[in-house]
């Protein structure tokens, strides 16, 4: 099993910045790409994080378990969406493109198609800058950066050790896994999916019981020495802000004004390309 | 007049979840600057006793407390877990979670950290406690999973060095090094007393191993009493070690079964030391007169490796050219250091992984199209944690897990369990839950529902780890059982020197991903060469011989095998 969702730095642009930068472009990005249906600023900002991702060498295989997951909930979202509201697009650009009939109250009509697409746009303007944000900031780090923007301490470090003990978890699952199958229970390809799922909540027992152990040596290695003694604490990993940081919030907050302006500058959020024609 | 730091009087703990006290009248001084060692069998309350000392006991493992204990002069209970971590470090046995950084440097810095240190003052008191544990400078960025279990030991000695505490507590230090990083860690841990002058507290079972370095004082533990509270000399030439199940030095067995009586007078702790006069003929007189035959015999082979190569990444070889061959009814080791390719090894065999050259026969057949399950039929795999594979709350389920997956019918389920179930020992307990068992007894059943698929062969991955005299003993004597019984072919990899001396008739040496030796134990553990490049150390057995003025140490030693495995039987 490939390692997925863990730290690695490989010394690029993206690894260099603080993690609070990090985690403040995380946040702004979100909420400029949750808020604007924007096509235009969605395409511009999917082009952004494209390249974002291209600059951290962050490899596909690593992320990829977690992107087809996202695919899949995305995928079942415009299912959904398309099945409770079939009209929703419509409705948004108050026009209608009937395109074919398919049963009952269901039409495939342009403004649909055109609003599931922006849905599908939004979700991979904010997937690459999700990932990046896990994948290139080190947990350490980003609890001290947490710290700093007024975060009790004790909840940044249960953080950290969460995203640390990711890859544990991995390495214990591939074990327990690989321990089950020597014993014949089938875990590959060649058993049905529904056989598969069944044998794989045979891995869950023991991957509890060995995290459990796990849980119980951290906690007293934490407490021997001094975890939680103080109300502060100081960070070996703390980074302050370097010129690089104030240089890409700068650019985030007049990038988002600018997206905020496009979207709204003509009344709705939504861009409707149907008027142009 | 010297400093008492530690101070116990009529000293009484029961866990607050136990009927019984785990400490029973406990009265002990430590005196500063000493060297300590505690050693006890598994359960005798050596664990508690240090936890009492850094406060997990009665902190973190609440329980009731009777009569009196001091830390520095303080109540622990004034003082508090946190005023107990200023006074007393300690350096837990798992080396593996224990670590809280992510990198080794955070990892150090962490007792700083929450003392509210300057980051400029935390690196400068980070490469000094480095410093003193012989940790590279460039290792500080690293990840402590990517470091070797000698490394990981030492980032953990100088996390808490950088403390500058007056008490370094080491609970089993050498649990999960092999032997020569064993050895360099008490070396390590002796120049740290040296240099610091602090208390050093050990709590460890492998007496021989520690007393490579001097140790002032012994106190020996069993079932919750100090049974001895002497110095090594005093302590070897009694009969204490036996009484409380603690394995003595092998040069003492050998002495023993040669008739020499040991004196605390002549140095016993020390190989290098003891003084032989009086034994040296004795000696050369058990090695030459006692004859015991060491019975060889022949077998057809039941695995087969032929010029195996194998590589995870292109770039790095892994295996290369491995080629060897195991008998029907044998009981081998595969041994070698971290990272020698071991464990690819037995995962080729199981089929997690394919070859890239060369072949495997089973049974004088090639394996290469056999899946995963059709192998484990005849290869059983036990890990080296019995909690990554028991996966069913009750023992009778867990064993016949192998056989419900496969789709047999229920009375020969419960037929064939049952039967395993005796074998290992374990049908008085077959209708209890798996989590009331000890880890030993957790190991049987890892191995039960194995055996329960009759493999004709099973490979057991560091299968003694964690396990002190008595249980050792026992768990080894039901393998030999299994495997003289059932002809069971066993397989282990391991670095315990005892149980390659005592249990295998053969072991194959891996290095850098080839086969470097393929002998007897004797053979290999009196290679110097082998010895280095398998990270093992060098048999007291051996040294001995030598200062006995016996040339022929191979030969000494394996007499000494021979007839200990007679004694035994």
Redesign the interface.
Known sequence: MPRMLS?EDKGTFINSLCGATKLLFFIIWSITGMITYDTRVLAIMLFVSLIAFRISRVEYKDISFVFKLIMVFLFINLIAIFLFSPEEGVKIYAHRTELSHIAGRYYFTAEQLFYEANVALKYFTVIPIALLFILTT???EFASSLNKLGVSYKICYSV??TL?YI??MQR?YT??S?????????M?K?AGLLKRIK?AT??L??LF??SM??ID??????????????K???????RDFEQRDYMVIAVLLVFAVLAFYVTFSDGSRFYDPFLMV | MRKTVVEFRNYTFKYRTQAEPTLSDINLTIYEGEKLLIAGPSGSGKSTLANSINGLVPFSYTGETEGVLQIMGHDPKELGLFGLSKLVGTVLQDTDSQFIGLTVGEDIAFALENDCVARTEMLDRVKAAAEMTNIHTHHLGHSPQALSGGQKQRVSIAGVLVDDVNILLFDEPLANLDPATGKYAMELIDRIHRETNATIIIIEHRLEDVLHCNVDRVVVMDEGRIIADTVPSELLSSNILKKAGIREPLYLTSLKYANCTIRSSDHPENINRIALEDSRQRLKEWFENTSVSSAGTESMPVLEFENINFSYQPSRQVLSNISFSVMKGEMLSIVGRNGAGKSTLSKLICGFEKPDTGRILLDGSNIENDSISTRAVKVGMVMQNPNHMISKPMIFDEVALGLVTRGHRKEQINRQVEKVLKICGLYPFRNWPVSALSYGQKKRVTIASILVLDPQMIILDEPTAGQDFRHYTEFMEFLLKLNREEGTTIIMITHDMHLILEYTTRAIVMSEGCVIANDTPAAILTNDDVIAAASLKRTSLYDLSIRAGISDSRAFVQHFIDYDRRVRE
Request: no cysteine.
């Open positions: 730290y080190n947990p350490s950290a050790i640390r890859p544990d214990d074990t327990v690989q321990a089950q199958q020597a014993r014949g229970i089938d590959s060649q044998n045979g891995i027992i023991p019981f060995s152990e796990k040596t951290i906690s007293n290695a934490l407490e021997l020495r001094g975890f939680g003694k103080n502060k604490r100081t960070w070996y990993a703390s």
